[in-house]
Nanobody, 114 residues
Framework: QVQVVESGGGLVQPGGSLRLSCTAS???????MGWYRQAPGRKREWVAG???????NYSDSVKGRFTTSRDGAKNTIYLQMNSLKPDDTAVYYC?????????WGQGTQVTVSS
C-alpha cells in the first residue's frame, strides 16, 4: 500500500520561508510527484510538479518564489517556499503517481500571518 506523508508546515510571517517535505513509501515505482494547496472556501489548486527525470513546473502564482526538488533515493520531494504572502495560506498536499494511479497525503497547514 502506497503512503504519502507531508511535513514542514507551520506559521510564518509575511516575507518568510518554509520548507515542506513529502515522502512516498510502499512502492519504488513512483513517477510524477507534485504539490497542491487548498485555501478555505476555495478549490484545490496545483502549485508545482516534478517528474521522475527532474523536470519541474510551477503555477504562475508561485513561480520565482517556490522551488521544488526531489531525492529519488528517498522517494522524497521538497517545496522551498520563499517570500511567503498571506494568500499562500492553505493546506498543502502532496500527490504521487504510481503505476498511473494517484495517491494523496493528508496535507500540512501553512499559515502566513503577522
Amino acid at each position: 500500500q502506497v503512503q504519502v506523508v507531508e511535513s514542514g508546515g507551520g506559521l510564518v510571517q509575511p516575507g518568510g520561508s518554509l520548507r515542506l517535505s513529502c515522502t512516498a513509501s510502499g512502492s519504488s515505482n513512483t513517477s510524477d510527484m507534485g504539490w497542491y494547496r487548498q485555501a478555505p472556501g476555495r478549490k484545490r489548486e496545483w502549485v508545482a510538479g516534478i517528474t521522475r527525470a527532474g523536470i519541474k513546473n510551477y503555477s504562475d502564482s508561485v513561480k520565482g518564489r517556490f522551488t521544488t526538488s526531489r531525492d529519488g533515493a528517498k522517494n522524497t520531494i521538497y517545496l522551498q517556499m520563499n517570500s511567503l504572502k498571506p494568500d499562500d495560506t492553505a493546506v498543502y498536499y502532496c500527490k504521487t503517481q504510481v503505476d498511473l494511479l494517484g495517491f494523496w497525503g493528508q496535507g500540512t497547514q501553512v499559515t502566513v500571518s503577522s
